[in-house]
């Protein structure tokens, strides 16, 4: 909420663009699309501004453009026609909810030089891949954005969330600034102990312990590959950095469309994370999993053996 | 943001109502007019929504429907014309950017009564007030809302907020119901540490604590009082439970537009402020202060002291 209503206050202009299905969070407008189903999704040339909440304001909708994951023409085609009024667009490198792959280089660059050129902003949602270089996500990629957004792990396990970017864009929040474009403080700003923990917890989290995380979800991507190939289960296995999914699907999915699971894949999904429960395994509903620095390689090849047994047992 | 959200998935309406002048945190809707100055508020029989955040959408500022405080005729003709579409009203019943007073009972009565007829709910807003009495400062009146909205002190000190509500209004947030109209979950959901700070602090925040904070409340006022009699300035006190603000006016406002402070109001609260700094004590910039369970008299009486001596200096 605070990234984008900084980049309304830098450009003036009320619309913002985001990639059809990922989670930002649930202020109205960054949660357009997030559960949009076959049913609601509309054309792919122009997805619809699928709700998430009920009674949201019907002009709220008309304010967010929806565009396509690794789909180059068809986001042009619609950040073109919303060109005079989007503020940015927001994007997660690699968002968990359109499949958990990295966006494409050329996807990524082309949403750069299109903000570029149209005088909306980049801001990235690395509220979840932060975690995943020692620069984030954007490590995986040759831009910088205007604004990032982050979270989670920079608290050190306390509530926390953060913007930073660009000074130009950033002076709109300046408190000292003759005029404020966007007064932005609160009960929640610069908690001491969240400030501390969080401290110490990006000190401690140095290149060494990342090169850690994601040798774990290496070695986990590595083993469920080979379970996959060893049950001969349709399924497959996306992720990057520390990060990874399970799919019961034959192929990684490019998108949101491709990555949505149908009621039938959904019932398989449900046998799978029972399974894996039983097992000592509680996961998200989307079989997604994020490495911790206290795990170890005993854990990841539980993990994989617990899955081999899930796949085995629905195949 | 939350409990405006409820209030819409349950309603299945678009608009809010609020206090002209309130504050109610950063939401786009929520933060409408509360920076409203004479060239920009309109006509009392209609306030405008005026922006706080530079660039929102105008389609936002549009579902805010704004009311003067302790003004029920204009309020309900506002209220009226705007029926069939308001979620909610959303209520601080002793806001303390337009002026730190409690609402007249009536107001709050009639905005009760309103909101039951024409089918919109009453959201309270306790995140200051909640510690006014044992109840919050609901206590004070004789009504039921039917959302709350709380935050600061019942964290224990660490970043918090909660709703709370009606049983069948807290359903659309149900996580086990077959269609959850507002699904709302996150990374601040049920911080452990939170959660257990904010049980002991509202263990310890008993009655026994609540009326010592008050009495230290009063203490103040009745010394500000008299400080302001003594020096002949022109001031004033407004407060209820364990807040209370100082107004360099002549009398307690009664509205927003009443509590404005003017250039030159500002310019005698500037030296009011500094005077304070000098002398130890750090004032928020309305020069309003809210009692903890740490301070005794001493501290009350220096403080009373302090704002005598910058009357006189003004005066």
Redesign the interface.
Known sequence: ??AI?A?????????IAKVEGAYH????YAEVSQ?AKPESWGKKDKPTSVP?????????L??VVVIPFNDIERARAILDANKDEI?CVLLDLMPHRVGLRPAEADFVEFLREWTTKDDALLVLDK?ITFRSTYGGAQGWYNIAPDLTAM??MIGG????GAIAGRKEVME?MNPLADKV????S???SA?P??MTAGLVSMIDFDEEAIDQVNALATRAIDGINEAIAETGIKACVTGGGSVFRVHLKEHPPHNYREAYTTPEENARLVVLLDHLFDEGFLMINTCAAVMATSLRNTEIDALVAALKGGFAKIK
């Open positions: 909420m605070g209503k980049a309304r206050a830098f450009t003036g202009r009320p619309k969070g649930l202020y109205d559960t998430v909440a009920h009674g949201i304001p019907a002009k709220a008309s304010d503020a509220v979270g989670k396990g306390f509530p926390v709109v474009l966007f007064p932005h609160g009960t929640f908690n102990v969240t």
